[in-house]
C-alpha cells in the first residue's frame, strides 16, 4: 500500500465534511443555480482558508437499480485539514452562505463530519 | 463558472460510487476489520481497473452538534471514471466483497451512483 493510501491513519488525519440533500418527493433543487452560483460562491470563500485541501460538488445518478432513485439528489464534500479549519473558513460566511440555500432547495441537508482513514489515488 | 470546465480533473466526467452505512442503533460495526482487511482487499481488487480514479474509505465523527451521532457511521468512496468501469471493476469481484461484509457489519449499505460536477483541489 502506498503511502497516500494510509495517509489519515499516520501522520494527518484529514476531515471531510459531507453535506447531503436526501431525496425527497415534491422537493425543489435547482441545480443550474447550486452549481453556477452557490457552491462558486461558497468554494471562493472557503478556499482560501490555509486548512482547505479540496471540495467536490456531486449529483445523485441513480441507485443500483438503473433507473431507481438516488438516496441524496446532491451532495458536496469538503475536505480540510481539521474540523477547527473547517469551522474557522465557515463561520465568517455562515449567514451569506446559508442564508443563499432557499434560493435553489427546500430540502434540509444532512451534514456531518468524518475522518478520511485510507485515500488512494490513481497513478 | 460553468460546470463543465470544472469537471473531474480532466474534463471528463467522473462517477462517484457512494456506499454509505447509516448509523443504526444496537447494529455492528467493525472498523479494525473494515479498515485493515476488507477495504484493502477491495482496493486491490477494484483499483487495478484502467477505470479507477480514487477511493477514500471514511469514519462517521459526529452531526453538527458536538457529541451528536453522524447519520452514516461509515462511507466509502470510490471514483471511476464512468459507471460502467466501476461495474466491470467490480462484478468479477461481487461474490467475494459482498460475502465478506459479514465479518464486519450487519448494516445494510447504502449504496448510489453519483456525477462529479465540480471539483477543486488545493495546490
Given at each position: 500500500?502506498?503511502?497516500?493510501?494510509?495517509?489519515?491513519?499516520?501522520?494527518?488525519?484529514?476531515?471531510?465534511?459531507?453535506?447531503?440533500?436526501?431525496?425527497?418527493?415534491?422537493?425543489?433543487?435547482?441545480?443550474?443555480?447550486?452549481?453556477?452560483?452557490?457552491?462558486?460562491?461558497?468554494i471562493e470563500l472557503l478556499s482560501t482558508h490555509p486548512g482547505?485541501?479540496?471540495?467536490?460538488?456531486?449529483?445523485?445518478?441513480?441507485?443500483?437499480?438503473?433507473?431507481?432513485?438516488?438516496?441524496?439528489?446532491?451532495?458536496?464534500?469538503?475536505?480540510?485539514?481539521?474540523?477547527?479549519?473547517?469551522?474557522?473558513?465557515?463561520?465568517?460566511?455562515?449567514?451569506?452562505?446559508?442564508g443563499d440555500m432557499r434560493h435553489y432547495t427546500d430540502i434540509a441537508p444532512q451534514i456531518q463530519?468524518?475522518?478520511?482513514?485510507?485515500?488512494?489515488?490513481?497513478?
Amino acid at each position: 500500500m502506498g503511502s497516500k493510501e494510509k495517509r489519515g491513519l499516520d501522520n494527518k488525519t484529514m476531515t471531510k465534511v459531507s453535506i447531503l440533500y436526501p431525496h425527497t418527493r415534491g422537493a425543489r433543487f435547482d441545480f443550474d443555480y447550486y452549481l453556477s452560483k452557490h457552491m462558486p460562491r461558497s468554494i471562493e470563500l472557503l478556499s482560501t482558508h490555509p486548512g482547505f485541501r479540496s471540495v467536490t460538488v456531486e449529483q445523485g445518478v441513480s441507485g443500483t437499480e438503473p433507473d431507481s432513485p438516488p438516496a441524496y439528489v446532491a451532495a458536496c464534500f469538503y475536505t480540510f485539514d481539521s474540523v477547527e479549519s473547517f469551522v474557522a473558513a465557515f463561520m465568517p460566511h455562515a449567514q451569506e452562505l446559508q442564508g443563499d440555500m432557499r434560493h435553489y432547495t427546500d430540502i434540509a441537508p444532512q451534514i456531518q463530519f468524518n475522518e478520511i482513514r485510507i485515500e488512494k489515488v490513481s497513478r
